[in-house]
């Protein structure tokens, strides 16, 4: 089983920057795809940002428009989204995402962090 753990939230004003961290409990050879995700109160939950950790290839949900950046350390398993110009509207649980299959990126993840809050003041 493979655990994942975010850190890096916080409160940040608008117009600020903060970076997630995502770091997996083992090392494993079977995870593909890592991805962030976030919940805002009475929202479904969104897809941000993923990476495929052979290739690099990135993709990212539209409405980031440019703000957001995803990467990777395919040594020690771990997942970054460095966040810039923040907005009140980015503040949600924010969350890391595995999987093994290849295929869609957007969805069906295996393995999932517990969340982080992030908070931005307007």
């Known amino acids: 089983q493979v655990q994942l753990v975010e850190s890096g939230g916080g409160l940040v004003q608008a117009g600020g920057s903060l970076r997630l961290s995502c770091a997996a409990s083992?090392?494993?050879?079977?995870?593909?795809?890592m991805g962030w995700f976030r919940q805002a109160p009475g929202k479904e939950r969104e897809f941000l940002a993923a990476?495929?950790?052979?290739?690099?290839?990135?993709l990212y949900a539209e409405s980031l428009k440019g703000r957001f950046t995803i990467s990777s350390d395919n040594a020690k398993i771990t997942v970054d989204l460095q966040m810039n110009s923040l907005k009140p509207e980015d503040t949600a649980v924010y969350y890391c995402a595995a999987k093994v299959a290849l295929g869609t990126m957007t969805n069906s993840y295996d393995y999932w962090g517990q969340g982080t809050q992030v908070t931005v003041s307007s």
């Open positions: 990476i495929r950790r052979s290739s690099g290839y990135t």
């Open positions: 083992r090392r494993t050879a079977n995870i593909n795809t």
